[in-house]
């Protein structure tokens, strides 16, 4: 199992290019395989990741991840495209629904109607990552049109899959499914086996799990607990997050979060192992140390 870090938090010294780039050098000095960047409305996370891959030699780079209604899908793969090209073929392009708050509430754009959305969002955005002439009509999306970006001949693409038509649809289109407030046991029987199927049903190689979570070394767990259900109230209130949390028997998202000391965090990390996640994406919380917890994680490389 690989393991990354996530990065593209709302507040912090990463919310600039010289703090990112800096944070970007040490992820990759320490060894990790990825490092991966939230998409909020901060720094747009795909123009970010170009710079990074301007500054970087080997760590892969990957969205975690990018609403995908803001976007045309041609416009999501010429710009996913023109990141992989900056960091020499070493971007993947994690994309999602986002959620009806966020898409209606903060873009003015209608959320009806999200899987047929997706769906067809996939049969352009898909081929076109591929460098492949596209040539499709749907009810809401519609492309004619070729990539011709030389230095990039095809993005890996993820898709945030936690319902079960977004799990057929991420394996039959995808190279694998980045999730998000989902936890062990709902990884091991719910998204991985759903997912699987579908590729296999397509043809499609096993897909990639990547699993962001929440992780920290904390002395203190109960303080940890209450801070993380407070700071993170928001995800338990999102239907699709609250539908995961429920799924694995938590009431918040500490509940999914891998807290507490290194043997706590240890066991987390070999149990994703276990079930069959391919990709760890740690995103480290402020409620223990930061370096701590970045060196520990270093040391399960």
């Not at 970087?56 to 990018?66: F, N, P, R, S, Y």
């Not at 629904?97 to 769906?119: N, Q, T, V």
């Not at 990639?208 to 995800?235: C, W």
Request: net charge neutral; with cysteine.
């Amino acid at each position: 199992m690989k393991i990354g870090i996530n990065s593209g938090a709302a507040s912090g010294p990463e919310t600039t290019f010289p703090g990112l780039i800096e944070r970007a050098k040490k992820v990759e000095s320490l060894g990790f395989d990825c490092f991966w960047m939230a998409h909020m409305m901060g720094l747009d996370a795909m123009t970010a990741l170009a710079v990074v891959g301007q500054q970087t030699e080997k760590i892969q780079l990957g969205t975690a991840v990018v609403p995908s209604y803001p976007r045309h899908p041609m416009v999501m793969a010429q710009q996913a495209a023109t990141t992989n090209a900056a960091a020499s073929g070493r971007f993947h392009l994690g994309i999602g629904l986002s959620h009806k708050p966020i898409i209606e509430g903060m873009f003015g754009i209608s959320y009806e109607k999200p899987a047929r959305h997706m769906r067809e969002y996939l049969n352009v955005l898909a081929p076109a990552l591929r460098n492949e002439k596209v040539s499709y009509r749907g009810e809401q999306i519609s492309a004619n049109a070729q990539l011709a970006i030389s230095e990039s001949t095809s993005v890996p693409l993820l898709v945030a899959a936690l319902g079960e038509v977004m799990l057929k649809l991420a394996g039959a289109h995808a190279d694998g499914t980045i999730t998000w407030m989902t936890g062990p046991k709902t990884l091991e029987e719910h998204i991985i086996p759903k997912i699987r199927k579908a590729a296999a049903e397509a043809g499609r190689p096993e897909p990639r799990i990547v699993a962001g979570v929440p992780t920290a070394i904390v002395s203190d767990q109960d303080a940890a607990i209450a801070r993380i259900d407070k700071g993170m109230k928001m995800y338990g209130q999102l239907d699709s997050y609250r539908a995961m949390l429920a799924r694995e028997g938590v009431s918040g998202p500490s509940g999914i979060a891998n807290i507490g000391n290194e043997a706590d965090l240890r066991r987390y990390i070999q149990r994703l192992r276990d079930i069959g996640v391919t990709d760890l994406n740690c995103a480290i919380l402020g409620v223990g140390d930061h370096d701590t917890t970045l060196e520990f994680l270093a040391s399960e490389l």
